[in-house]
Each structure stands twice: as structure tokens, then as C-alpha cells.
């Protein structure tokens, strides 16, 4: 099996919980490249102020626990 598979399970709720952090920091922290301000406005106060780099460190925590635990 490859390592990535591992790790990468869109179909796992478990994946998705951790996903959505991750991909919503990644958004928020290159708000000045692609310049989309409103939303990534919209996108800090659904995750309650939080900053980008703890979203994306709490997504890749959640991801790689699901792939140390899961057989």
C-alpha cells in the first residue's frame, strides 16, 4: 500500500474533520495572493478567530492521527 494512501481518505468523516481546518487555513494565509478579503474574513469568523497556522497545524494533527490509528 502506498504511504499516502494511508493518509488520505475523503471518504472518512474522521479525514474530513481535519481536512477542512487545514484547507481553511491554507486559504485564509494566501488571502494576499489571491486577494478574496470578504472571504477570508468569512472564513476566520466560522473558525472563531482562530489563525491560520493553528488551523492548519490542528488539520495536519487530526490527519495524522487518523492514519496512525487506522490499520
Keep these: ?3 499516502w494512501k494511508k493518509y ?3 471518504t472518512s468523516l474522521t479525514w474530513l474533520a481535519s481536512a477542512l481546518p487545514l484547507l ?3 486559504f485564509i494565509a494566501f488571502e494576499p495572493v489571491h486577494r478574496l478579503t470578504e472571504w477570508a474574513d468569512s472564513l476566520r469568523l466560522v473558525f472563531g478567530g ?3 497556522y493553528v488551523l492548519i497545524n490542528a488539520g495536519l494533527v487530526g490527519i495524522g492521527l487518523r492514519g496512525a490509528v487506522a490499520r
Design 50 to 52: 482562530a489563525s491560520p
Design 1 to 3: 500500500m502506498a504511504l
Design 24 to 26: 481553511g487555513g491554507l
Design 8 to 10: 488520505v481518505k475523503p
